[in-house]
Nanobody
Framework: QVQLVESGGGLVQAGGSLRLSCIAS????????MGWYRQAPGKQRELVSG???????NYADSVKGRFTISRDNAKNTVYLQMNSLKPEDTAVYYC????????????????WGQGTQVTVSS
């Protein structure tokens, strides 16, 4: 059984910062890409940022220069440092990992966390 658990969300004023963490646990053989998505009320889920096992990153245009993604491969953990937060960043943030699990027969698949709420007040 593989689990992704996010933490670090909360309520912050515009201009403030938050750091999200996502830990993957369970019968994991290897993790490829990890990433953060978000979904605001009434909107589709969108990619915020992704990072490969080797450390290559990509960002949505709306967060470039404000958000930084990083990961610790030894800890199966991905982070999202969010600075200069804006009210439009308010959403549920989800972690996703493309990984191969032992119990899954080493087949590569996408796993999602339950999400953490980020609310930015103006």
């Amino acid at each position: 059984q593989v689990q992704l658990v996010e933490s670090g969300g909360g309520l912050v004023q515009a201009g403030g910062s938050l750091r999200l963490s996502c830990i993957a646990s369970g019968s994991i053989f290897s993790i490829n890409t990890m990433g953060w998505y978000r979904q605001a009320p009434g909107k589709q889920r969108e990619l915020v940022s992704g990072i490969t096992r080797g450390g290559s990153t990509n960002y949505a245009d709306s967060v470039k220069g404000r958000f930084t993604i990083s990961r610790d491969n030894a800890k199966n953990t991905v982070y999202l440092q969010m600075n200069s937060l804006k009210p439009e960043d308010t959403a549920v943030y989800y972690c996703k990992a493309n990984l191969a699990s032992v119990n899954g027969g080493f087949k590569w698949d996408d796993y999602w966390g339950q999400g953490t709420q980020v609310t930015v007040s103006s």
